[in-house]
């Protein structure tokens, strides 16, 4: 069988030709066949029509159901919240004990302190009066394992200092307070160390003996190590628990322009508690080193040559009470320091010459051997400093 092109390409006179030789009937056919094509065609048309609006339709229903279940559940929250606002003014009211403030009306409000400051210094007596004034100071605040998780600490390594909010928590009076917390018997004026017993509002002072035992300090940040933020700097004693940690914000917490009666003035010839000289004597030495093969492993600091200048540097100030430094005396006085468990013994040889004499290990003192973690395992990163 021959194949032939042409007979399967379009040829308009073909067709025509064709079309012509067909008979009536055929032509008859034919036409309605294209008319039945035609009418096909649109059916399917209006099918697809049809189902595109109803589909339409449906997602619009399903638009206004979902629009009107977002306004059911939006309401639903503003309820909640109107009730749990209520809720908890009702329970600060009932805290409160139905005490309404705008009324001038005394209340209390309970906290509970966020974590626990493990500090070089021992006692509240060496303690610095003021932050930074003892550079070598070094303190961990370990965070409470209840309800305070580590990861509270996160960033604040980006800040080169903090601010802590504490508790006086050794103050002699503050069994009393908590007794009285409407303050009707506190002293309205303290004496001043540097003032030598002038007297001044306890407003105008950073006595620790307050109306609210709370204290505020700044203190450089040194590292975090899990749940233990390392600090130096810091003028808090070994135990202070901490009620707040804030970043220092130099562009808004530091006032150049800010002024202070001469008498605050720390350093220089109107120092009038800064200490001409501190010297050691070989039996210190000695001493110390026997003390650092006990307890040195437990210390924040690394070596006994960095407790000395920690002991120097406190010492250059004149750490004694007012009492101690008005007090007469006749012949020689041994005075007491204990630092990272530490009992330092010195005395003045004249007026501001300190000379340490003596180093031994204080054995009512236990935290030392007992703190939260092994301080050798970040120590370290008090070097950077």
Known sequence: MCFHPQAYSWNSTYYVQAFKNMDIANTSKFL???????????????QSLYFLMWKWRSTKSHIVELEAALAIALKQRAAER??????QRELRQALLGGKNLKEGNVVAYPMTPIGTVRSCFSTRNG????PMLVSLARASLVLSSKGVPAESLDGLLKYSHCWLLYVFHENTDLPSLWKQPAHKDFKAKVRVPR??????????????HRPCPIGLTVAK?????GATLLLSGADLVDGTPVLDIKPYLPYCDSVPESSAPSWVQAGGEDDVIAMASVSFTENFA?????????????????????????????LSRDIRSLNQRQRPHNGKVVY????????????????????????????SFKHICSRDTDPRSWRH?????
């Open 381 to 385: 990163l008090f070097h950077k400093s």
């Open 195 to 208: 003032l030598e017993g002038g007297k001044l509002g306890v407003f105008a002072t950073r006595t620790p």
């Open 32 to 46: 309605w066949a294209i008319v039945a094509a035609i009418s096909f065609s649109g059916l399917l048309s209006l």
């Open 221 to 225: 940040v040194e590292g975090i190590k």
């Open 127 to 130: 303690t610095p009066r003021q």
């Open 286 to 314: 000695t001493e110390l080193a026997k003390c650092w093969d006990v307890m040195g492993k437990n210390s924040l600091y690394s070596s006994q040559v960095e407790i000395q200048s920690l002991v120097e540097q406190v």
């Open 336 to 363: 007491h320091l204990i630092l990272e468990g530490i009992n330092v013994s010195y005395s003045l040889e004249q007026e501001g010459v300190v000379v340490v004499e003596g180093a031994a290990l204080d054995c």
């Open 82 to 87: 109107t009730g749990r606002i209520r809720a």
